[in-house]
């Protein structure tokens, strides 16, 4: 029996609903803001072997069973990385993006460009620490300007019934 997990952007509440069975169609209201009708997120613990929309967080699609070959190809390239050459790291960050899928963001190109460099990660960060604390790395809209963060969402515990 599942559990799904629903967003609220009026309170910015992350809310629990059990299902007696599978059901992906339906969408059940806030049960704080009542009317407000919630958006669908990807939990933990989902898992699919098609395309998901993780839309309610702001991310782009993501499909899993892609992403899952692009950490295996990341965990296996990252144990035969020089930690200390920035090349190295910014080319396995780049063929991360490929192979997942995700279009990186505005600041996160340009620390990539300037890790191609061979600039230090360390003075890059100290440079570019708010822009790239400010902005999602893997939005392809993203000026690498810095933005207001909003607050991480609540988790109402309770488990409703969808």
């Not at 300037?114 to 990660?121: Q, Y």
Request: with cysteine.
């Amino acid at each position: 029996m599942p559990i799904y997990e629903f967003y609220c952007q009026e309170c910015n509440t992350i809310y629990s609903f059990f299902s007696r069975r599978v059901n992906t169609e339906k969408i059940p209201t806030c049960p704080h803001c009542k009317d407000v009708p919630l958006k669908r997120k990807v939990s933990v613990f989902f898992t699919t072997s098609g395309k998901t929309s993780a839309a309610t967080d702001g991310l782009p699609d993501i499909d899993e069973s892609r992403m899952e070959k692009a950490m295996a190809m990341l965990a296996s390239q990252a144990e035969r990385i020089n930690e200390n050459d920035p090349r190295q790291a910014a080319q396995l960050l780049r063929k991360l993006s490929e192979a997942a899928g995700l279009p990186l963001g505005g600041g996160m190109e340009e620390a990539l460009a300037r890790m191609e460099r061979g600039e230090d990660i360390e003075q890059i960060e100290k440079d570019m620490g708010d822009i790239l604390d400010a902005e999602d790395p893997f939005a392809p809209g993203s000026t690498g300007r810095k933005q207001r963060r909003e607050s991480a969402p609540k988790v109402d515990e309770t488990v409703y019934e969808l």
